[in-house]
C-alpha cells in the first residue's frame, strides 16, 4: 500500500516537473528547431514541432552573408583572453586572503565586492571618454581589458572560498621542506586548486560570453562579439525568423554546453560564498 | 622572520587586483562626479562651464526620470516577485523523488545561459509578435484577438523576458538550499502529525530564508542594470513606457551626447545601488565570519 502511494505521488511529481520544466525549455527548443526551417514555415500559422522539411540552408546564409566567424572569435578572444588575464591577477590575491589571513582581509574582500555593485551607467561616459581617446573603442584589447575588470571580484571571492577549504597544514608541510614561496605555489598549491580555478576560469569564460552591456557599447562592426551582432537583427529587412534562429543556436550551443557543466560552481560563483 | 617575510609578499600579490579595483572604481567615478557639475555637451565640445546643480536639478525634475524610475522599481520588483515565488515552487517540486531530475534540473537551468540579446530577440520575434509569433497564433485557434505585446504592455513583456532568464538561478539557489535541509527534522515533523503545508511553512520556508535574501538582493543588483534587452525590443518605447534609469541615461549620454546630464543621472544610479549594496553586503559579511 505504501509503496504503492509513494510510487503514485513520484508519477504525479513526475509528471509535473517534466512539464514545468518543459515550458521553460521550450524558447530554447523553438529557436533550435526553427533554425532548420525556411523562412516561410518559420511563421506558418499552423507551426510544426517536427514534420517539416529540415534544411540546413539558414546556417549556410548566416555564414556566407555575415562575418559571423568574425564574431564568434572576438567572442572567444574577449571571454577567454579577459578570464585567462583575470585569473593571472586573482590567483595571487586569492592566495595571500586564504593563506595570509590579517585582520583587514574580510574589510577587503567586503570592499571588492563592493566594487562589483557598482552600475555600469555610473562609470559609462569616462570609459567611453577615456576609451575614444586612447583608442580603444571597438577594439578587442579595450573590453578584455573590462571584462576583466568587472568580473575580477568575482574571481578573487571564488578562488578565495576555493582556496579556503585547501588545509594550511599541507602548506606548513611543505615549508617544513624547505619549499619556497614560488615552490610552495606551483608544485603544492596549484595541483590541489586545479578543480576550483577551472571552475572559476569556466564561469567566467560564461559571465562574458554573454555580457551584454559594454559589448554593446563599446564595439562596432570590428570587434563586436556575439551578443552585439545578434543584436543587429533588432532592426530586421525582411524574412528573417529562421536565420535569427540559426545565428542564435549558433550562439548560445556552445555557451549552453559550458554552462551545464558549471551548475554547482554557479551557485558559489554568483552568490559569493553565501550559498554553498 | 619567515613570516614577516611572507607577510610582505602576501601584500605584493594583493597589490595588482587592489590597485586596478581601486583605479577601476575611484577614478571613472571621480570623473563621473566631475562631469556632472559640468555643462559638458559632446557636440559642442572646448564650450565646458561648471554650472553647480544644475546638472541634478534637471535631471531629478524631469518627468521621463520619474517615469522610468518607477519602471525600474516594477521591473526590479516585477521580476523578484515571479523569480521568487516560481523558485521557490521549482525548488519543491525538484527536492521530491522524481524521475530524471537531471535532465528537469538541466531544461530548467538552460536559460540563464542564453545571452540577453538571444533571449530578447528570440521572445519578441518569435513568441510575442502580434502576427507571426507562436502566441499570435495561439491566440487566433482559441480564437482570441491576439495581444501586441511591445505595444499594448511593454514593460510587462520585458518583465516577462528578464523572469525567464533569471528563473533558473533562483530555483537553482533555492534547490541548493533546500537540499541541505536536516531530513530528521522533517521526518520528526511526520511523527508529530504536520501536514506538508505546516511543514513547508514553519520549517522549509525558515531554512530558506537566507537563500531568499541572497537572491533578492544579488538579482536586485543585476535588474538595476538591466539594458539589452529593453535595447533590442523597445528602446525604451513607446515614449518612456518601457525605459528604465540605465536606458535613460544611456540615451541622455550617448545619443543625445549630454556629458554633464548623464553623469548626473550616473551618480543618482549609483547611490540607489548603494542602498541596495549595504543590505547586500552586511548579509554575505555575515557569512564570512560563520
Redesign the interface.
Known amino acids: 500500500m505504501a509503496i504503492n502511494n509513494?510510487n503514485k505521488?513520484?508519477l504525479i511529481?513526475?509528471f509535473?516537473?517534466?512539464t514545468?520544466?518543459?515550458l521553460?525549455?521550450f524558447?530554447?527548443l523553438?529557436?533550435l528547431i526553427?533554425s532548420f526551417k525556411t523562412e516561410a514555415e518559420?511563421?506558418s500559422?499552423?507551426?510544426s514541432l517536427f514534420m517539416f522539411d529540415w534544411t540546413l540552408e539558414n546556417y549556410a546564409d548566416v555564414l556566407s552573408r555575415s562575418p559571423y566567424f568574425t564574431h564568434f572569435w572576438n567572442s572567444i578572444v574577449i571571454s577567454l583572453g579577459s578570464s585567462i588575464l583575470g585569473l593571472l591577477?586573482?590567483i595571487?590575491?586569492a592566495?595571500?586572503?586564504a593563506?595570509?589571513q590579517?585582520k583587514r582581509t574580510?574589510n577587503?574582500?567586503?570592499w571588492?565586492?563592493?566594487?562589483?555593485?557598482?552600475?555600469?551607467?555610473?562609470?559609462?561616459?569616462?570609459?567611453?571618454?577615456?576609451f575614444r581617446d586612447f583608442g580603444l573603442l571597438d577594439t578587442k584589447l579595450g573590453l578584455v581589458i573590462v571584462m576583466t575588470?568587472i568580473n575580477?571580484?568575482i574571481m578573487?571571492w571564488m578562488l578565495y572560498t576555493y582556496f579556503r577549504e585547501i588545509p594550511n597544514e599541507i602548506l606548513e608541510a611543505s615549508?617544513m621542506d624547505g619549499a619556497t614561496?614560488g615552490e610552495e605555489i606551483f608544485h603544492v598549491l596549484l595541483p590541489i586548486a586545479l578543480p576550483g580555478i577551472a571552475s572559476t576560469l569556466l564561469l567566467n569564460v560564461?559571465l562574458a560570453?554573454?555580457e551584454?552591456?559594454w559589448t554593446?557599447?563599446l564595439t562596432a562592426a570590428n570587434a563586436a562579439p556575439?551578443?552585439?551582432f545578434?543584436?543587429s537583427?533588432?532592426s530586421?529587412e525582411g524574412l528573417?525568423?529562421a536565420k535569427?534562429?540559426a545565428a542564435?543556436a549558433m550562439?548560445?550551443v556552445p555557451?549552453?554546453i559550458?554552462?551545464?557543466f558549471s551548475?554547482k560552481q554557479?551557485?558559489r560563483g554568483?552568490?559569493?560564498?553565501?550559498?554553498? | 622572520m619567515a613570516t614577516t617575510n611572507s607577510r610582505s609578499l602576501a601584500r605584493l600579490m594583493l597589490l595588482p587586483s587592489v590597485a586596478l579595483l581601486l583605479v577601476w572604481m575611484i577614478v571613472p567615478l571621480c570623473m563621473t562626479l566631475y562631469f556632472s557639475f559640468l555643462d559638458y555637451n559632446l557636440l559642442s565640445p572646448g564650450n565646458e562651464e561648471f554650472i553647480g546643480f544644475l546638472n541634478y536639478e534637471f535631471f531629478l525634475t524631469d518627468p521621463a526620470f520619474f517615469e522610468s524610475f518607477f519602471n525600474t522599481l516594477l521591473l526590479v520588483g516585477g521580476v523578484l516577485v515571479i523569480t521568487l515565488g516560481g523558485g521557490i515552487g521549482l525548488a519543491v517540486l525538484l527536492d521530491q523523488a522524481i524521475w530524471g531530475r537531471n535532465y528537469v534540473r538541466i531544461m530548467v537551468l538552460a536559460p540563464f545561459f542564453v545571452m540577453p540579446t538571444v533571449s530578447a530577440l528570440v521572445w519578441k520575434n518569435m513568441l510575442m509578435n502580434p502576427v507571426n509569433g507562436l502566441f499570435a497564433h495561439f491566440a487566433n485557434w482559441i480564437g482570441v484577438t491576439p495581444v501586441d505585446f511591445f505595444a499594448q504592455i511593454p514593460l510587462l513583456s520585458i518583465i516577462i523576458i528578464v523572469s525567464w532568464q533569471w528563473l533558473p538561478f533562483a530555483a537553482l539557489i533555492l534547490l541548493t538550499a533546500i537540499q541541505s535541509l536536516d531530513r530528521e527534522q522533517l521526518e520528526a515533523a511526520d511523527l508529530d502529525g504536520a501536514g506538508p503545508f505546516s511543514k513547508f511553512f514553519y520549517i522549509v520556508l525558515p531554512h530558506l530564508s537566507r537563500a531568499v535574501t541572497a537572491v533578492i538582493l544579488i538579482e536586485t543588483i543585476f535588474l538595476l542594470s538591466i539594458f539589452a534587452e529593453i535595447l533590442v525590443t523597445t528602446s525604451g518605447g513607446p515614449g518612456y513606457e518601457s525605459t528604465n534609469i540605465t536606458y535613460l541615461i544611456y540615451t541622455q549620454s550617448l545619443l543625445q551626447f549630454d556629458v554633464g546630464g548623464g553623469s548626473a543621472g550616473g551618480i543618482v544610479a549609483v547611490i540607489i545601488a548603494n542602498i541596495v549594496a549595504i543590505f547586500l553586503m552586511r548579509l554575505i559579511g555575515k557569512n564570512l565570519e560563520g
Open positions: 509513494s505521488s513520484k511529481y513526475t509535473l516537473a517534466w514545468i520544466g518543459g521553460i525549455f524558447p530554447i523553438w529557436t526553427t518559420a511563421i500559422s499552423s507551426p591577477i586573482a595571487p590575491a592566495w595571500s586572503m593563506f595570509v590579517t574580510k577587503l574582500l567586503m571588492m565586492l563592493s566594487t562589483k555593485m557598482l552600475p555600469p551607467v555610473g562609470v559609462l561616459i569616462p570609459i567611453y571618454l577615456v575588470l575580477l571580484p578573487v615549508r614561496i560564461i560570453w554573454n551584454a552591456f554593446l557599447i556575439l551578443t552585439a545578434i543584436a537583427y533588432s530586421p528573417f525568423y535569427l534562429s542564435s550562439a548560445i555557451i549552453l559550458l554552462g551545464w551548475q554557479l551557485v554568483l552568490s559569493f560564498g553565501a550559498v554553498k
